[in-house]
């Protein structure tokens, strides 16, 4: 069983958590409050921006590595094994370091008279949407948060708040959404400050759009809780005069900063190596690539196989090492002394045949004979101590903006780099998003303005189109650019065609058969997710995809391995709390009454959060 030593978990949640303690951000410390000038609203607003992030260093590290490997799109560079069950830490909340500001602002508010404060109604709605969107972040690991106490504490709330429970608070932040929505279409005469608005540059219209969106957020999680109430809530944001995110121009989707005093990771994110032991699964690259859907190139990286490596291996009369999947496309001549010679791609050719995945197989990583190809990397692939990757990892570009590109070149041959530290775009919500959440709404019976294939066809073109401007805005290897090292390279940025190409294919369109049609509306919001690791989870939880013996996506079952699907984590696992934690007889009421077990194993499927009780197994397939 795994101890969690590195990250602050739920159950070491105290004081420092949840005293608020935002005032170390602004100048009005340690001074006599007679003399204390309150923060200015814009400036909270931008703080709030700032400090937004559901995308830390500790969670890809963490999280998304395991997370990616029990929804099967990602594999151990050394193989399945039964340490793919252990589970994976909860880490410190993040909703948190949005509220304290939202409480700012509400203080800042009171202290104003009554008509100055109506003033600030738009910054108010903005921060309580980016507060939601971190609370469903933080409920989806976990269940039960402590929001409406949280980070009050320097304005006479308490060092011990409450868990609220995950039903209550679906509860409170539709209603909190709608009241936004409201300020943010009816408020007049109100300070909103462009400058201070990396989002939207102060488009109060989009704001509201994305409160909206975040309602159909939720609807998709209560999709197996309250059916009924998750369509009613996905007509309501359908036919809403506010709209929802339904155009690229409208996604969530910035850079928050290009330069922070304090801290660059603001910036750039971290520069620490995450995802440095993971491959893309077989299953979900060849699904890609056999459908030629450019996403791939986004998402993953290009092996190392170029022609010109595969020339050096030729030239050491090393072809036999060379993995049979690559080799079945390369098209040779031989020379007269009997050397292979490469001409050309065969099948896909550039840049397809350079995504390759690993094998799902269990154990794969131990049989040399039959998957060596694969995992034997480090010596069928090495030459003159240089190891040439098979398979192809994950754009680690596309999750933050400080590391150096190295391109795979020929032993001898000259380095070919790149240093540039590129100031980090994230993608938080997207056109993408909503309209395969309706287009699954309408297929489950919602009462919705348009067809569930008119939704699912804006998705997936909207899809490719957003990854496409991350992957330029992230300037990731080989966008634009082949580093004219292999006359056969080519680059990967999306085609002209390539978009109709890839939904003319019949796994991507939807038939009119609704139980096929559901599981493909789901498994495109699983690829869609692929850099947003929890939305990906959430899915494959609430969807049971993918589905076992599916001819479309399907999940490796590891029964027959003694490792079957009930052992798979559906939530993060908690360390004991210390009896000296001011938040120990909380944390133990909070983990009783969700009917959750400090540790992992298999408790981490049988004991679910409350949004995940009535949802498929893994790999049933969707609830019809």
């Known amino acids: 069983m795994k101890k969690y030593k590195h990250t602050v978990a739920a159950a070491l949640a105290g004081v420092t958590l949840f005293c608020a303690s935002c005032r170390e951000d602004f100048a009005d410390i340690n001074k006599d409050p007679a003399v204390v000038t309150l923060g200015n609203p814009s400036y909270l607003f931008a703080q709030t921006v700032l400090e937004f992030e559901p995308s830390d260093y500790l969670y890809w590290f963490y999280n998304a590595a395991s997370i990616f490997q029990w929804t099967q799109t990602a594999v151990s560079t050394g193989g399945v094994s039964s340490t793919l069950v252990e589970g994976a830490p909860l880490q410190s909340f993040k909703s948190v370091n949005v509220l304290k500001y939202v409480n700012e602002l509400k203080y800042v508010r009171s202290q104003m008279t009554e008509e100055e404060s109506a003033r600030y109604q738009h910054y108010a709605a903005c921060m309580d949407i980016l507060a939601v969107y971190m609370g469903i972040f933080d409920s989806d690991f976990i269940g039960d948060i402590p ?53 939207y540059k102060g488009n109060k219209e989009r704001w509201a759009k994305l409160a909206n969106s975040l309602k159909l957020k939720l609807a998709a999680r209560m999709i197996n809780i309250d059916r009924g109430k998750a369509l009613h809530l996905a007509a309501e944001v359908a036919t809403s005069p506010a709209g929802f995110i339904n155009a690229e121009a409208e996604d969530f989707l910035f850079n928050k900063a290009t330069y922070n005093s304090s801290s660059n990771d603001y910036a750039y994110h971290w520069e620490n190596d995450v995802l440095r032991q993971l491959g893309g699964s077989k299953t979900v690259i060849d699904f890609m690539v056999n459908n030629r859907d450019p996403r791939v190139r986004f998402i993953y990286r290009k092996n190392h196989w170029n022609s010109n490596v595969l020339q050096a291996f030729f030239n050491a009369g090393r072809q ?274 969700q009917g959750y077990t400090v540790g992992s194993g298999a408790i981490l499927n049988a004991e679910r959060t409350w949004q995940d009780k009535n949802n498929p197994q893994w790999g049933e397939g969707p609830k019809m």
């Open 147 to 199: 929001y409406t106490e949280g980070a009050q504490a320097i304005h006479g709330g308490t060092l011990t708040p409450k868990y609220d429970r995950v039903e209550d608070l679906y509860a409170l932040w539709l209603e909190s959404l709608d009241h936004d929505v409201k300020a943010l279409t009816t408020a007049t005469d109100q300070i909103f400050e462009a400058s201070q608005d990396p989002v």
């Open 320 to 593: 036999n090492d060379v993995p049979a999947y690559i080799m079945e496309n390369v098209a040779c001549e031989t020379t007269a002394e009997g050397k292979y010679r490469f001409k050309a791609w065969k099948g896909a050719g550039e840049p397809w045949i350079r995504y390759q995945g690993l094998p799902l197989d269990f154990n794969a990583g131990q049989q040399a004979a039959k998957f060596g190809d694969w995992f034997n990397y480090d010596i069928q692939c090495k030459l003159e101590n240089v190891t040439y990757y098979p398979f192809s990892e994950y754009q680690k570009e596309m999750i933050y903006g400080r590391i150096d590109f190295k391109l795979p070149v020929a032993p001898g041959d000259a380095v070919v780099e790149d240093k540039e530290d590129v100031p980090w775009w994230g993608m938080y919500m997207t056109m993408a998003e909503t309209n395969l959440y309706l287009a699954e709404f309408a297929l489950l019976g919602a009462n919705l303005p348009e067809s569930a294939e008119s939704y699912y066809n804006r998705a997936l073109a909207g899809s490719v189109k957003e990854y496409d401007l991350l992957a330029k805005n992230n300037k990731i290897p080989y966008y634009g650019t082949t580093y004219n090292y292999d006359p056969h390279e080519k680059p990967i940025d999306l085609q002209e065609g390539e978009i109709e190409t890839m939904m003319d294919k019949d796994a991507y369109k939807l038939s009119g058969n609704k139980t096929a049609d559901l599981e493909k509306v789901y498994i495109q919001q699983i690829l869609h997710f692929s850099m947003q690791p929890i939305d990906q989870y959430t899915t494959a939880k609430r969807s049971g995809l993918p589905k076992t013996g599916s001819a479309l996506f399907n999940r490796v079952d590891y029964a027959a391995n003694n490792v079957p699907v009930t052992l798979f984590p559906r939530r993060m696992a908690l360390n004991a709390p210390a009896e000296t934690d001011l938040m120990y007889t909380i944390l133990i009421e909070s983990y009783k009454a």
